[in-house]
């Protein structure tokens, strides 16, 4: 008798702290309540990349023919019920005529000037034509930042 009873403490303990770790596995917002996962993403703000000109009007170089490659990179605003969740999505074609790595460096500054946020992204081994599309979460605190690529690259992809 008293082994059951030893068991079937065990097993309410084992039931207790299981079920307190899958509670303690949801997020609340500020009320208490659950936050939802996120569902469709916002898109707040849209960065084009620049088209390569060459400001004299002559040939264009290497590398601005390179940067058309990234077709879109902009602000994907997910955030909803309070939590911040703002992420950096892109789209990249390869317009060269060899599997392609690329890797690009970028920053977000807000109204007054100040960088809040930088960081790299890399794709690789893009085949000739291929488009393909990714996403980051960032840290960013707030949506409404201006998105500079401060250096891109192509390279021959092995």
Same mark, same amino acid.
């Given at each position: +008798?008293?082994r059951? !009873?030893?068991?079937? %403490?065990? #097993? %309410? #303990?084992l039931? %207790? #702290?299981?079920?307190?770790? #899958?509670?303690?596995?949801?997020?609340? =917002?500020? =009320?208490?309540?659950s936050?939802?996962?996120p569902t469709t993403p916002?898109?707040?703000?849209?960065?084009?990349?620049?088209?390569?000109e060459?400001?004299?009007g002559? /040939?264009?170089?290497?590398?601005a $023919?390179? /940067?058309? =490659? !990234?077709?879109?990179?902009k602000?994907?605003? /997910?955030?909803?019920?309070g939590?911040t =969740?703002?992420?950096?999505?892109?789209?990249?074609? $390869?317009?060269?005529s060899?599997?392609? *790595?690329?890797s690009?460096?970028?920053e977000a500054?807000?109204?007054?000037?100040?960088?809040?946020? *930088?960081?790299t992204?890399?794709?690789? *081994?893009?085949?000739?034509?291929q488009t393909?599309?990714?996403? +980051?979460?960032t840290? @960013?605190?707030?949506? *409404?930042v201006?998105?500079? @690529?401060?250096?891109?690259?192509r390279?021959?992809a092995y």
């Open positions: +008798m008293q059951r !009873l030893i068991a079937a %403490t065990v #097993v %309410t #303990v039931m %207790t #702290v299981g079920g307190a770790t #899958v509670v303690g596995c949801g997020t609340t =917002d500020e =009320d208490g309540g936050t939802p996962a916002t898109q707040t703000e849209e960065r084009q990349t620049d088209q390569g060459s400001p004299q002559g /040939r264009e170089d290497p590398a $023919n390179e /940067r058309k =490659d !990234l077709i879109s990179f602000i994907d605003d /997910r955030s909803q019920a939590f =969740d703002i992420w950096v999505t892109w789209t990249i074609k $390869n317009n060269s060899e599997k392609s *790595n690329y690009w460096n970028w500054v807000n109204a007054s000037g100040t960088r809040v946020a *930088n960081s992204e890399y794709v690789n *081994n893009v085949q000739p034509g393909t599309t990714g996403e +980051m979460p840290v @960013i605190k707030d949506a *409404n201006k998105i500079n @690529i401060t250096d891109f690259e390279t021959k």
